[in-house]
């Protein structure tokens, strides 16, 4: 079973000017090293998290149709946009909306056969069944949830402040609690 990004967020869930207020900057210079590290921020932030942040599209892969349900991935998933797959004979075939639903209530999201549907006979062959779907808060930096946007603004801020990947002659220390961290918990999928 693989899970590839199709298409990438448009936006991300915090803005150069949100990120500049919380860096206490106030010069351009830096604007494109905040928009790489924003960047950066959020796909740490979804890679622990398991989940995407701003609309985007997901596809997964694959080799069969399993016996009922499609675990999809990437909550929290929006639509189905579309199912394909390589029938008995070879050919590639779109699986009818009529005949499959979503559960975007349970996560991480699944795909369903409809009432009295069983999943088609793929080819017996790699990669035989496709789900795209998109996934994520919304379309906008305000849908994501602010204990995520705090988390990415204090990543982003480390990030900003140490450049490099070894500091020699300051003393560092983390939070107490794991604080930075334990904002994001309870958006992990734990498995």
Known sequence: MTLLRITAPTVEPVTTAEAKLHLRVTH?????????????AREQCEHLTGRALVTQTWERVLDAFPAVEIELGRPPVIA????????????????????????????????LPAE??????????????????????????????AALRAWIKLRLATLYKHREEIVAGISVADLPNGYTDRLIDRYRLWS
């Open 28 to 40: 351009s210079t830096d604007d494109d090293l905040i928009d790489a590290l924003i960047a950066a």
């Open 80 to 111: 189905i946009t579309s199912v394909t797959y390589t029938d008995a004979a070879g050919d590639s075939q779109i699986l009818d909306s009529a005949d499959y639903s979503l559960d975007n209530v349970t996560e991480p999201g699944y795909l």
């Open 116 to 145: 009295g549907v069983i999943w088609p006979t793929t080819l017996d062959t790699a990669n035989a069944v496709r789900v795209r779907f998109t996934c994520g808060y919304g379309a906008t930096a305000d849908s994501v949830p």
